[in-house]
């Protein structure tokens, strides 16, 4: 039970997020600080640092390091088609309008390693609209947009994803979309040549083009409410008029100062359409 | 700032309701904490526990929702398929990221971010259940100041989670289920 005593404290945590802010430019300070702070523990005993001191030489002088804590502090916990019900109102009220474009363009931002934006191409793949549609799946994380690239994710993980996948009102057989090899399941290159990988920090960055459809589901969660309210402004500038914003299932744009420019879709699977400028 | 009300968590799973369902009409409008409760159950649970639960007390029982801020007289149940954590501030954040102990929401994740944010002024109570989660939570609430209470596995539907905490962790009481709603009932600010 040693682990217990060796306590990150408070004032660790801060020093950690602005060496990481100073020194690599990554801001984490304006994310929930328990939820930091519970990662950066975990990483510190998961890794037997003996001391706080040595960890943070560690993070300041081992940019490969660097790297794996990046990847640890932030949650990439995924799945294809998780909340069901989000992807049949996706299906059944959002993608049909969506049709009448000539080209849909749709933002998923905080895409980890990919399986939410691969199963919004299969979507676009059943309606007929794949051709036309192009995905920016956007991650903070280069390692996790790697595995997102390969489209190849665990075989154990695909009953559930098609159990998941048929709930939505799949009516494929699931199995379809992917070659099953050894433990991996990769998915077909139709799916993936639709899809553009690429780093954004939601933080940092700025808007880089205009959509119809942005996806951002379970990020807004890790965020103070001044973080939540300058992205959901950059999400707001980077929708066209009557384009749709999609969230987690326990996010809101209640009481966020975009509120006014939004009308809700499907409230209870959190989407959105933005109707004013 | 205003300080944080003091806290009670409680976490339970398999038998733990049916302790809940006992305890909860034996506090009064002015009980003066403020209460989360971590249960777990499937992700994918339609009824909201928040509702079933709130049909036994006068106190006010809401689903936690991100960014809420706990108030004394306040019952918060953590959502399915969420963990939830307190901020210094006092107020709650939704999690995402990995179960633990299979679990999302997890005792543990909840009582270890309770000890953090509140030190002395939290009581934490496990109840009936056949996982190992809670145990190492109760250990730290016990380290960073808390008072750590347990169900007596005797009188628990499912007695592995109880018998799992008072072997590794530091247990300041084991209740049974009538000294237990004496207990939270006196519960003092």
Known sequence: MKDHLRHLKD?????????????????????????VKRRLQRVYIADRFPSFAEFR????????YLVHLMEQITVNVTEMFRDPGFFQELRRQVLPILATYPLIRIWHAGCSSGEEAYSVAILLHELNLLHKSIIYATDINESVLETARKG???????????????????KEEFSRYYAANYEHAKFSDTLREKIIFAVHNLVTDRSFNEFQLIICRNVLIYFN???????????????????????????????????PLFKPVAQKEKIWRKMTQ | MKSLPTLLVIGGSAGSLEVLMQLL??????????????????????????????????????????????LAGCIYVAPADYHLLIEPDGSLTLDASEKVHYSRPSIDVTFISAAEACGDRLYCLLLSGANMDGAEGLQIVHELGGFTA??????????????????????DKVLNIREMIDFVRDLKE
């Not at chain 1, 560690?58 to 940019?63: G, H, N, Q």
């Not at chain 1, 959901?232 to 009481?255: I, M, N, P």
């Not at chain 2, 649970?45 to 809420?68: G, H, Q, Y």
């Open chain 1, 11 to 35: 004032e660790d945590v801060l020093l950690l997020l602005n060496d990481l802010l100073e020194q690599y430019g990554y801001d984490f300070t304006d994310y929930s600080f328990a939820s």
């Open chain 1, 57 to 64: 030489y560690r993070v300041k002088t081992d940019p490969g």
């Open chain 1, 152 to 170: 190849i994710f665990p075989l154990q993980y695909m009953q559930q994803y098609s159990q998941n996948y048929l709930l939505s009102g799949g």
């Open chain 1, 225 to 259: 409410k001044d973080l939540q309210d300058k992205v959901l402004h950059l999400f707001s500038d980077s929708l066209e008029q009557l384009g749709f914003l999609a969230l987690g299932a326990k996010e809101t744009l209640r009481f966020t100062t975009v509120a």
């Open chain 2, 25 to 70: 009409p034996e506090l009064k409008m002015d009980w003066p904490l403020a209460m989360i409760i971590v249960l777990h159950r499937k992700a994918d649970s339609e009824t909201l526990l928040s509702d079933l639960l709130s049909t036994k007390t006068c106190l006010c029982v809401k689903e936690a929702e991100e960014k809420d801020i706990l």
């Open chain 2, 150 to 171: 347990v169900q007596d596995p005797e009188t628990a539907e499912a007695s592995f989670m109880p018998k799992c905490a008072i072997s590794t962790a530091k247990v």
